[in-house]
Nanobody, 123 residues
């Protein structure tokens, strides 16, 4: 059974920082591309950043967010700095069906998802 558990969300003022974690069990973590997605009310799920053999970011978060992973701990991280009110959303970690050399932020390429952690940025 695959379990993916996010933590670290919360309420923060604009300009602040948060660090999200996603602990994974039940799959071979270091064989998977991993990503963070987010979904705001009334909006489609949006790919934020991907981690595999390299990293990639959506334009909206470049220079502010950093994705990292600890393969020894089967844990994915998202450091979010300079947060903006438009970053407010439910954040999800996800495991790609593709290997760690295929960068993708297409939700259709992900078959395991966490339950999400809420990030709220006040202005």
């Amino acid at each position: 059974q695959v379990l993916m558990v996010e933590s670290g969300g919360g309420l923060v003022q604009a300009g602040g920082s948060l660090r999200l974690s996603c602990t994974v069990s039940g799959l071979t973590f270091d064989h998977r591309g991993m990503a963070w997605f987010r979904q705001a009310p009334g909006k489609e799920r949006e790919g934020v950043c991907w981690s595999g053999a390299a990293t990639s970011y959506a334009d909206s978060v470049k220079g502010r967010f950093t994705i990292s992973r600890d393969n020894a701990k089967d844990t994915l991280y998202l450091q979010m700095n300079s947060l903006k009110p438009e970053d407010t959303a439910m954040y999800y970690c996800a495991a790609s069906v593709r290997g760690p050399w295929y960068s993708t932020l297409d939700p259709g390429d992900y078959n395991y998802w966490g339950q999400g952690t809420q990030v709220t940025v006040s202005s």
